[in-house]
């Protein structure tokens, strides 16, 4: 098959052209693997973290990983200085596969690593997948991400969906620990995946590209940009929310696992299958979203319109789970948030940073993903301390806050967009001739 032919397939998700579907399939392709191996190790995480403590404990883990992060950014940024494009993918994956063994033989050994575990994965969570779009975004203009981001990122909800199924058939048979390994494989395996020619940046570096990275990491460029500081905290609000509801949703599994138990089956092993059944239609959804649904609202409403999608399911929702606590309602509201999440949002979250410079993509953007994203999660489990401890709220005042958070993040959706609009819009503007070339 022809890369004309192959455009002309893609045509039905987004606009491809010929010079651009090798780039974009290897890209799409490395995303599917990296997503596939996360979504064997999520219902790990969840296991190993309820099997032994609570969901109160599950949402203060998570803010742990937000003060690490103070430390990991900058650390991150030294030893990446002068490394850009690949070079760091590569260093970033090999890290974490090595992490994985790690935890294998210490598992396998005897030792807890429940705690450990969870806030390793948050932590690779969000720098992986972050490493991977800084790259995706450096190397494409403006015009170009906005028509074949839906694509690559379509091959992140291909995987997503199929890992979490497998996931649920290999769990039983392998259990947590070869689970690990499976993943480890899978991440080697992303380093492999790579095409040397459209690797180049089109944004160049203000500064040439010597000490790319400063050693106070993306805090100072969030700080100084404007833009870039409603990113953050769009993306703080946006975890804080998701959290939120991530808590909500694990005290009502753990009364149902409670429940399951009667008939003899494992906690763990309840657990287990309830959240891979959960993450399963969250990416069925997720990957409808993403083929037919992405691309489009970029056409109709743009990048600056499709950041609301989130915020207004998430108002809505909390605000009918305020009303109707049940079980079904909290499952159902939350796929459809996670899904939206993972498809849309992500998409159009990292299309965000398409119009900023290199400096901007690669630290501005690690700091973002990782430091203000489980920022969020501190804030959640301060929500949740206080919640619980002192006022006592229950699951519906739990879903008020989060509708009242999120008819602020809203508004923020607002002037975030206009902002990329005015960042975007002499991109979009430039000659044909500013294309990039990937044959």
């Given at each position: 098959m022809t890369k004309k032919q192959i455009s002309s397939w893609l045509a039905f998700f987004a606009d491809v052209r010929p010079e651009e579907v090798m780039l974009t399939l290897l890209l799409a392709a490395r995303v599917f693997v990296i997503l596939f191996g996360y979504y064997l190790l999520k219902p790990v995480r969840e296991a190993l973290i309820l099997e032994h403590g609570t969901p109160e404990l599950r949402s203060y883990t998570l803010a742990m990983q937000a003060v690490i992060m103070v430390i990991a950014v900058p650390l991150y940024s030294y030893f990446m200085r002068n490394r850009v494009g690949e070079r760091v993918y590569r260093s970033i994956t090999t890290f974490f596969a090595f992490n994985l063994l790690i935890f294998y033989l210490l598992g396998t050994n005897g030792v807890n690593i429940g705690i450990v575990f969870f806030i390793w994965l948050g932590i690779f969570s969000v720098g992986q997948v972050a490493q991977f779009w800084a790259l995706a975004a450096d190397i494409h203009t403006v015009s170009a991400g906005q028509r074949v981001f839906a694509v690559i990122a379509l091959g992140g909800s291909m995987g997503a969906m199929l890992g979490s199924q497998s996931a649920h058939q290999l769990f039983p048979l392998v259990g947590s620990y070869g689970m690990l390994l499976i993943a480890a494989v899978l991440l080697i395996l992303t380093?492999?995946?790579?095409?040397?020619?459209?690797?180049?940046?089109?944004?160049?570096?203000?500064?040439?590209?010597?000490?790319?990275?400063?050693?106070?990491?993306?805090?100072?460029?969030?700080?100084n940009s404007p833009y870039l500081r409603m990113v953050a905290l769009f993306v703080v609000l946006l975890n804080v929310i998701n959290s939120t509801g991530e808590f909500i949703f694990a005290k009502m599994v753990v009364q149902r696992a409670e429940v399951v138990m009667s008939t003899g089956v494992d906690k763990s092993v309840a657990i287990g299958e309830i959240y891979s059944s959960f993450f399963f239609w969250v990416n069925v959804f997720g990957l409808f979203f993403q083929a037919f649904v992405v691309s489009r609202l970029f056409r109709l409403i743009g990048v600056h319109g499709t950041v609301l999608v989130l915020p207004m399911i998430a108002a809505i929702g909390y605000g009918l789970i305020a009303f109707f606590p049940v079980f079904t309602l909290i499952r159902t509201i939350k796929i459809l948030e996670n899904s939206t999440d993972y498809s849309i949002q992500q998409t159009t979250r990292h299309a965000l940073f398409l119009p900023v410079s290199q400096t901007e993509k690669y630290d501005g953007k690690t700091a973002i993903e990782t430091f203000f994203w489980r920022f969020g999660d501190l804030i959640n489990a301060a929500v949740v301390y206080s919640g619980t401890n002192w006022f006592s709220l229950s699951v519906n005042q739990f879903a008020a806050f989060n509708m009242i958070v999120a008819l602020f993040w809203i508004t923020l959706a607002l002037r975030m967009g206009r902002s990329y609009r005015e960042l975007a819009t002499p991109h979009l503007s430039a000659p044909a001739k500013a294309e990039q070339s990937f044959d």
């Open positions: 380093t492999l995946i790579y095409k040397r020619s459209g690797m180049e940046s089109v944004m160049p570096s203000p500064n040439g590209g010597k000490e790319l990275l400063s050693l106070s990491g993306g805090f100072s460029v969030v700080w």
